[in-house]
């Protein structure tokens, strides 16, 4: 049986570039990981042609967006000279029916793909594993550490928080709501929910790695120290034994089943639940993977006020010929399937 999620080092050794990827789906970041991440996948595994995303609207301040340029060029570039073929689309980073559209159109529902989630903001990612729930597709993660946001950018909030296109699900209007937030370093952008959404009861869920003890508890105190002011609130619910749930940052099908036996406790008649899509980028995998078998959820998507980069390789310079090996932060590639339909 094959390890899910599996490091790219170890799906290299099993397949030995036996698989052939019609598609790779990416998009132009605004973090270096965003490159070293595309980088790894055309150098290591066997990709035909790209679709990059380009998102619209101005979304980003002058520094990211001279990243984001700076990026793109160096993706269009990398893309030359090892002559594959790309398709640049331009998306809307909020609405994007029509983006979707557009992208299965190009891969022709054909098999198989490669999604990059590194480089995609969580409602993308939701989508992207609903219109490509597919085993022969893989999705592709490289995860960095990351550091503790300062005072001010946990300031920062949300401008809109609606649900994500096709994941509306049914809510009653003399129904509760319960309002599931999956928190990480997040901070006004998760407190912003209770003053924009205004739910009965507040399900908070904190993400921890689960390596070791003393690594999951660091995780945990910080987490919890990034959102000090929204755990607080009085409609706050616990675990019975007075702690806060804690649930798989990084593993999509542990993070799914721990959120069907949490939200399994709260859930009666009268009450609507509603997710949030705060969180890591394999819990918007695994996010899917419980909306899909619990359709009537609505899940919901915070655009923030201000984008940044807490990656611990920001400050790195990167360029075509960076390997992973150069930057001296962790920054490990991972595969992650979606289970059989």
Not at 328 to 340: G, K, M
Request: aromatic share 10%.
């Amino acid at each position: 049986m094959i390890e899910n999620p599996i490091s790219l080092e170890n799906y290299i050794q099993k397949f030995n570039k036996k698989i052939k990827y019609k598609t790779l789906i990416t998009a132009v970041s605004y973090e270096n990981r965003g490159f070293l991440s595309v980088k790894s996948i055309v150098e290591n595994l066997d990709v035909e042609k790209v679709i990059l995303i380009l998102y619209t609207g101005e979304y980003l301040n002058d520094e990211l967006k001279e990243r984001w340029e700076k990026q793109r060029i160096m993706l269009n570039n990398f893309f030359r000279n090892k002559r594959i073929n790309f398709t640049e689309l331009e998306c809307d980073p909020v609405l994007f029916k029509k983006s979707i559209e557009e992208i299965k159109s190009i891969t022709n529902n054909q098999f198989s793909n490669i999604i990059n989630i590194t480089t995609f903001p969580k409602n993308y990612i939701i989508r992207l594993a609903k219109e490509f729930d597919d085993s022969n597709n893989i999705f592709f993660y490289s995860k960095s550490d990351y550091r503790k946001p300062n005072e001010n950018e946990l300031k920062i909030g949300v401008g809109k928080i609606i649900p994500i296109e096709g994941f509306e699900g049914t809510r009653e209007l003399n129904s509760e709501d319960l309002l599931v937030l999956v928190l990480g370093f997040e901070g006004n952008r998760a407190l912003s929910f209770v003053s924009k959404f205004s739910p009965f009861k507040i399900l908070p869920l904190i993400s921890i790695p689960k390596k070791n003890n003393e690594v999951d508890e660091k995780f945990y105190e910080d987490v919890k120290e990034c959102n000090r002011l929204l755990l607080r609130k009085h409609r706050i619910l616990k675990s019975k034994n007075g702690l806060f749930f804690r649930v798989s940052s990084l593993n999509h099908l542990d993070f799914a089943s721990e959120l069907n036996n949490i939200i399994k406790e709260y859930k009666r008649e009268g009450v609507d639940i509603c997710v949030s899509s705060l969180g890591t980028k394999p819990q918007a995998l695994g996010m899917y993977l419980y909306w899909k078998e619990h359709k009537d959820t609505q899940i919901l998507y915070s655009v923030p006020s201000k984008r940044i980069d807490i990656t611990c390789i920001e400050n790195k310079t990167v360029t075509s010929e960076t390997n992973d090996t150069n930057i001296e932060h962790e920054n490990n590639n991972w595969i992650y399937r979606l289970p059989p339909n």
